[in-house]
Structure formats: structure tokens, C-alpha cells
């Protein structure tokens, strides 16, 4: 993944990448990732949440609350076989089946500009391409550098903006 893409991911889901420098897969899968880690953060927050109403329903008794389940950290983030491969420590069922979501999605989604795409084990390694960036690198080339600018634009020019206005 580009530096500027992952620089991004690290920083902005700091707690589940808090070990991870780099993400060896495509750029194309880039809002999978992205929107996997909101999805955790946001479940995490509501267990959260849930977890300090109880214990303060609970006040006065004897009861306790049902401990929180421990934080997601990435252990892995890579492509393997054409598929994203997302691994972890901690979490719930509930965040397993966002990863598998997540992972069996990149199976459909071209790892180069993030188009629909199919796995393609013809190749003489498997990927996960769309017909544009399989059939002609330059194309890929042109369509991932489209992507990037894209999510520069969306994500980072944002983010620095964001930053800018906080000082």
C-alpha cells in the first residue's frame, strides 16, 4: 500500500494498528480497511458504553458487570491467495465477522484501483484484479494513481485540514 495511505490508517485507528508500519496488499483495498477499523472502533465504543451503564445500574449491589472483552489489535494486514488477510488479537464474534466480511469483500474488489474485480489465478500469482488492470499494467498503473489522488483528496487533504483548525 502506498506510504501516504498507510500512513494514514496507522495514524487515524492508532489502538488496532499500534504494531503494524506497513500493509503489504493494494492500494484498492485501502476503504476496506478503512471502513473495517470504523466498524471496530464503533463496536468497541458501544460495548463500552454498555459496560459503564451496567456498572452503573449496578451500583450498590454486589453484581458486577460482564468484563469488556479485550481491544482489537492487528497482529497482520496482507494479501495472500488474491484475498486481504486481517489478523488480530481480542475482539468479539461480532468483530470476527466484520473481518470475514471484509476479507471474502476483497475477493471481489481489485486490489490496483478498487473496482469489482475477480480473483484471477491464471497469473503467475493470484490476484484480485478487474478486467482494466488485468489486461494491461500501464492501465492498472493509470487507475491506481486515480485512485490514490482520489482518496489524498478525500482523506488526507481533510485530515490536514482538521488538524490545521484544531491549533
Given amino acids: 500500500m502506498h506510504p501516504d495511505l498507510t500512513n494514514y490508517l496507522t495514524n487515524r485507528f492508532p489502538d488496532i494498528f499500534a504494531t503494524i508500519k506497513c500493509f503489504p496488499c493494494g492500494d484498492g483495498w485501502f476503504y476496506i480497511i478503512h471502513d473495517l477499523c470504523d466498524c471496530i472502533e464503533s463496536h468497541e465504543r458501544a460495548l463500552k458504553l454498555t459496560y459503564d451503564r451496567r456498572k452503573k445500574s449496578l451500583e450498590g449491589s454486589d453484581a458486577r458487570p460482564d468484563p469488556l472483552p479485550c481491544p482489537v489489535e492487528a497482529s497482520d494486514v496482507k494479501e495472500k491467495w488474491g484475498s486481504l488477510c486481517f489478523y488480530t488479537s481480542g475482539g468479539t464474534n461480532y468483530i470476527d465477522g466484520a473481518i470475514d466480511l471484509a476479507e471474502r469483500l476483497s475477493e471481489r474488489i481489485c486490489e490496483r484501483c478498487g473496482s469489482a474485480a475477480k480473483t484471477r489465478p491464471d497469473r503467475s500469482w ?12 500501464e492501465e492498472g498503473e493509470r487507475r491506481n494513481e486515480l485512485l490514490i489522488a482520489n482518496i489524498k483528496s478525500e482523506y488526507l487533504e481533510n485530515s490536514n485540514e482538521t488538524a490545521t483548525n484544531k491549533e
Fill in 126 to 137: 493470484v490476484a484480485t484484479l478487474c478486467d482494466q488492470c488485468n489486461e494491461s499494467e
